[in-house]
């Protein structure tokens, strides 16, 4: 298959990579183009920066998460000649696995789907010193991959001058430059970045971020190198999932709204060609679980900052207690599994009751509990064959004291290991967020379980 694609890498973290990638996804836009994008890694919010502000589809790609074939194989999945892929790296494009392996990092990613790079640089307060930075990443880059720089936080005045040093010194093209303009960061805070939603004006903020854009990046030749980036060859997928229910496709309720919105699209998908029907529902505003659900899925999010609104729903909380306690089977992550618990303690202290399900209180702690990725293994098999492994990532500053035993956590870089996450029969509550794709057997007991429930049925608390 002949995709165009370019990926936006950069040295380190706070290069400028989202400014940069959701000012060319719109230009692409402009253009006439149908652009789709990935993120490198397992952040959430980039992809719903893409989809809810830009409009453009977009999912995570994780070469630790599947290695390198399947990662392709996703990478082409649902694609056509007719798509624009803009590939967003994460933190420096080298950094991988533990900051030292290359499984995991923008580099391996670009490197498995054949993806030209373009390296960003944060030049503030530099001149020539740009060069053998530069130079240095040339060099690394042994697959030939970066085949343009953008100079971000330059002033124009000294562009000129600098692209023409570098062009010279190092053979390769200077692509433009992004002013320093504070208006058009998009603010950070303790869990990525801030939400599409709290953004005041993001839309025409971005509009005009891309406009500038336009003016100072040459994106014609941006689209030249896209043009130019190797075919893949497309392998034919049966679909992900590979396993179906035994009788009706089971519904399985997903809570999404602004509490509960981190969600891998390849999970749902999976879930879907595994047998499921997914039904979303929102345990900030319904006050009832979908009629007919025999499963429930909870993602991360931030419930925390909805925590007195999330309490006040007393209906739905004693929906969802009744129907765990009804056997429904039932998933549930970080912020899924903090709703879960009897209170949550927000960062002022206050005590806001929850569901219930799980004893226990889940609190600030002011600092990051845990980071990374992790490979986890039940001690009893409830989801996985004995003896397997799913693979997942964990980022949160909450904790709970009551965070199970069910499973064995291994850290895949260090190979320190750790107890988490209360499993049964027919429930899965942890911090970990789950990647199913890399063991479809996850998914596809859930459905399983979902099917198997009273019939499909609703339950009846």
């Given at each position: 298959m002949k995709l165009r694609r370019v990926m936006i890498a950069a040295p380190g973290s706070g290069s400028g990579k989202?400014?940069?990638?959701?000012?060319?996804?719109?230009?692409?836009?402009?253009?006439?183009?149908?652009?789709?994008?990935?993120?490198?890694?397992?952040?959430?919010?980039?992809?719903?920066?893409?989809?809810?502000?830009?409009?453009?589809?977009?999912?995570?790609?994780?070469?630790f998460f599947t290695g390198g074939e399947e990662t392709r194989d996703l990478f082409l999945k649902d694609r056509t000649e007719e798509d624009?892929?803009?590939?967003?790296?994460?933190?420096?494009?080298?950094?991988?696995?533990?900051?030292?392996?290359?499984?995991?990092?923008?580099?391996?990613?670009?490197?498995?789907?054949?993806?030209?790079?373009?390296?960003?640089?944060?030049?503030?307060?530099?001149?020539?010193?740009?060069?053998?930075?530069?130079?240095?990443?040339?060099?690394?880059?042994?697959?030939?991959?970066?085949?343009?720089?953008?100079?971000?936080?330059?002033?124009?005045?000294?562009?000129?001058?600098?692209?023409?040093?570098?062009?010279?010194?190092?053979?390769?093209?200077?692509?433009?430059?992004?002013?320093?303009?504070?208006?058009?960061?998009?603010?950070?805070?303790?869990?990525?970045?801030?939400?599409?939603?709290?953004?005041?004006?993001?839309?025409?903020?971005?509009?005009?971020?891309?406009?500038?854009?336009?003016?100072?990046?040459?994106?014609?030749?941006?689209?030249?190198?896209?043009?130019?980036?190797?075919?893949?060859?497309?392998?034919?997928?049966?679909?992900?999932g590979r396993g179906k229910p035994h009788g009706a496709s089971p519904l399985i309720a997903v809570a999404r709204d602004e509490a509960f919105c981190f969600y891998y699209e390849d999970n749902l998908l999976m879930l879907e060609e595994s047998g499921a029907r997914l039904r979303p529902f929102s345990p900030l505003h319904d006050r009832r679980l979908p009629e007919g659900c025999g499963g429930l899925l909870i993602g991360g999010g931030y419930p925390e900052l909805y925590a007195e609104a999330l309490a006040a729903n007393t209906g739905m909380l004693a929906e969802i207690k009744d129907a765990v306690a009804d056997g429904m089977p039932t998933v549930a992550e970080c912020g899924g599994f903090m709703y879960l618990h009897s209170a949550i303690i927000d960062k002022a202290g206050n005590r806001h009751a929850m569901a219930g399900v799980l004893p226990g209180e889940?609190?600030?702690?002011?600092?990051?509990?845990?980071?990374?990725?992790?490979?986890?293994?039940?001690?009893?098999?409830?989801?996985?064959?004995?003896?397997?492994?799913?693979?997942?990532?964990?980022?949160?500053?909450?904790?709970?004291g009551n965070n199970g035993r069910d499973c064995v956590a291994v850290k895949p870089a260090s190979g320190k290991s750790y107890p988490c996450v209360i499993a049964g029969e027919g429930c899965w509550f942890g911090f970990p967020h789950l990647y199913y794709p890399s063991n479809p057997h996850f998914a596809e007991s859930f459905v399983e379980k979902a099917g198997a429930y009273r019939g499909g049925g609703r339950f009846h608390g």
């Open positions: 989202t400014t940069i990638t959701c000012a060319l996804l719109q230009a692409v836009k402009k253009a006439g183009l149908r652009a789709v994008s990935y993120k490198c890694g397992p952040d959430y919010i980039d992809p719903m920066f893409h989809e809810r502000v830009l409009g453009i589809p977009s999912k995570n790609l994780d070469t624009f892929a803009v590939l967003e790296g994460a933190m420096g494009m080298f950094d991988g696995l533990g900051g030292v392996r290359e499984e995991g990092s923008s580099y391996h990613l670009a490197k498995v789907t054949k993806t030209p790079v373009i390296l960003v640089v944060d030049a503030k307060g530099m001149g020539r010193s740009l060069i053998p930075l530069i130079a240095g990443f040339l060099s690394y880059d042994r697959e030939g991959l970066v085949r343009g720089v953008i100079l971000n936080r330059m002033s124009g005045s000294y562009y000129g001058t600098i692209k023409a040093l570098i062009e010279e010194e190092l053979g390769i093209r200077v692509l433009g430059y992004f002013e320093d303009q504070r208006r058009f960061r998009i603010e950070s805070r303790h869990l990525g970045l801030m939400l599409p939603h709290e953004m005041e004006d993001i839309r025409a903020l971005l509009e005009e971020m891309s406009e500038k854009f336009r003016e100072t990046v040459s994106v014609p030749e941006i689209l030249r190198i896209a043009e130019q980036a190797e075919e893949l060859e497309k392998r034919d997928m049966p679909g992900i889940c609190y600030e702690t002011g600092r990051l509990v845990r980071f990374g990725y992790v490979e986890l293994e039940e001690e009893t098999p409830r989801f996985l064959p004995k003896g397997e492994k799913i693979r997942g990532h964990e980022f949160h500053y909450y904790d709970s």
